[in-house]
């Protein structure tokens, strides 16, 4: 059975430009997260969706952040114009409802020159 | 301001001993925890968890305590290998379970040596 899906799982690009990340969530699930992993904060939620409906996005950093969950087998993050300080692990994890746990993409990796 | 803190960025311990990973938490209204492990380039893994009405939750070689007065929670590993190497996040969040957001510490990095 697929896990959560993301892509790419590197990139590296340069400040100003636009980078979208990918997730994929596991077939049946009906919540779907997204983190942010530095050295300086840990790993801090971004927006979390359930069914397709954003619930809480209070912990994207700013306008520059967006994110979509266009149907329930995928979600995208946007970040425009992006910053050096966006460099980070991004994540994105899913659970069924009523579930014990969230499952954990192996995340994307991103650089901003 | 962290809700959830691990104090201890890294745990080195000797194959076969007890690991003991400890966390704090300030927010009162947290009422179910996790621990979740995480290999270099990989997602982090769920290991166990433990609702606020309980204070001990076994499973296999790890066990997870919460002392609900003192805002803390650790977990043991016992007996440790190294393929317990790994990043051990705590993790907390209110409302019963995991379909709302978790609050994650920064992790501590335990290594178990052969």
């Known amino acids: 059975d697929a896990g959560v899906i993301q892509s790419p799982r590197h990139e590296v690009t340069e400040m100003g430009q636009e980078v979208t990340l990918r997730c994929k969530p596991i077939s049946g699930h009906n919540s779907l997260f997204w983190y942010r992993q530095t050295m300086m904060r840990g790993l801090e939620l971004l927006i979390y969706f359930n069914n397709n409906v954003p619930i809480d996005d209070s912990g994207m950093p700013e306008d520059r952040f967006s994110a979509k969950m266009p149907n329930a087998s995928f979600s995208t993050l946007k970040i425009q114009p992006s910053e050096p300080r966006d460099s980070a692990v991004y994540f994105c994890?899913?659970?069924?409802?009523?579930?014990?746990?969230?499952?954990f993409g192996p995340g994307t990796r991103l650089l901003v020159l | 301001d962290q809700q959830v803190k691990q104090n201890s960025p890294s745990l080195s311990v000797q194959e076969g001993r007890i690991s003991i990973l400890n966390c704090d938490y300030t927010?009162?209204?947290?009422?179910?925890f996790l621990w979740y492990k995480k290999y270099p380039a990989e997602g982090p893994t769920f290991l166990i968890s433990i609702s606020s009405i309980k204070d001990k939750n076994e499973d296999g070689r790890f066990t997870v305590f919460l002392n609900k007065s003192a805002k803390h929670l650790s977990l043991h590993i016992v007996p440790s290998q190294p393929g317990d190497s790994a990043v051990y996040f705590c993790?907390?969040?209110?409302?019963?379970?995991?379909?709302?957001?978790?609050?994650f510490g920064k992790g501590t990095l335990l290594t178990v040596n052969p």
């Open positions: 927010n009162s209204m947290f009422d179910y």
């Open positions: 993790a907390a969040s209110e409302g019963g379970g995991s379909n709302y957001k978790l609050t």
């Open positions: 994890a899913s659970i069924v409802g009523g579930g014990e746990t969230q499952y």
